[in-house]
DNA sequence: ATGGCTCTCGCGGAGAGA
């Protein structure tokens, strides 16, 4: 099973960019986040006609996450509990009764000065609540969760400790979260690669190498033990066929499941 | 030095992203 998360930054300007992607990797399952686009408006037949059923959590404008998937699934879960002021920012689907997977778009906080730094603070802790009730021995949880794990994991290294993004505290929820029994996929199978996720449209910081690794895919311990491949997908950052990419790059990983 | 791109809403330019 390949499953995948990507921040496509607004899904409609994304549709033949996405449709590129899906017939050159071929996933199964896929966590999409920033879908900017109400659930009224989602394009389900142009998913349809590539052989992809979607479950969404959308809204207008902002935030939105859906599942692609082209094997069984049913809605588990459409929002965090307790959370809907801040946004549709998850969704839960099973998967072929194999796989509970969930994808979130974590609020990005903006400066550790600015009144979204505490939200999202408290944002995680509704989150790392909420993934404390599941019982799951297969489940996954990816998107785009803002956070830079370690200095490894972000351009400027050390010397981004602190600023947003970079600070204990928001490092402290992302272990409070994997303490519940979740893997990292990427860093387990690559543990001293430096490979971002994201880089900034401006200045041309894809090509300075100036990027931050923040989309995850986290496993229970039965998911990180099937982990075959995990892929950061940098070539599809770039322009594809004239098409401009997200600001993100899709991150995927293969399973034996 | 200046938020230096890209998206949405909606028709001008502001807000958000990270």
């Not at 142009?46 to 207008?60: E, I, T, W």
Request: with cysteine.
């Amino acid at each position: 099973m390949r499953i995948a998360t990507w921040n496509v930054n607004g899904l409609r300007a994304r549709l033949d960019f996405i449709k590129l992607w899906l017939q050159a990797r071929q996933p199964n399952v896929v966590g999409m986040q920033e879908l900017k686009t109400p659930e009224d408006e989602f394009p389900y037949d142009f998913f349809a006609d590539l052989g992809y059923r979607a479950l969404v959590h959308g809204q207008k404008s902002w935030n939105g996450v859906a599942v692609l998937t082209n094997l069984d699934s049913e809605l588990r879960q459409s929002g965090l509990p307790g959370e809907a002021d801040w946004g549709a920012r998850l969704i839960t689907a099973d998967i072929d009764s194999r796989l509970e997977f969930t994808t979130v778009y974590c609020p990005n906080g903006k400066s550790t000065e600015h009144e979204d730094y505490p939200n999202k603070l408290t944002w995680y802790d509704s989150l790392h609540s909420h993934w404390q009730t599941g019982d799951h021995s297969h489940r996954v949880i990816c998107g785009d969760f803002n956070v830079v794990p370690a200095p490894l994991d972000s351009w400027r290294g050390e010397q981004a400790d602190g600023d947003v993004f970079h600070t204990e505290a928001e490092r402290a929820r992302l272990q409070q979260l994997l303490s519940t029994g979740l893997t990292d996929l990427y860093r387990q199978q690559y543990p001293d690669a430096q490979t971002f996720s994201w880089w900034d449209y401006r200045g041309g910081a894809f090509h300075r190498k100036q990027g931050l690794r923040i989309d995850f895919i986290l496993g229970s311990e039965a998911v990180a033990g099937a982990v075959e491949d995990v892929v950061i997908d940098r070539d599809f950052r770039k322009k594809q066929e004239g098409l401009t990419a997200s600001d993100h790059a899709p991150v995927y990983a293969d399973l034996r499941l």
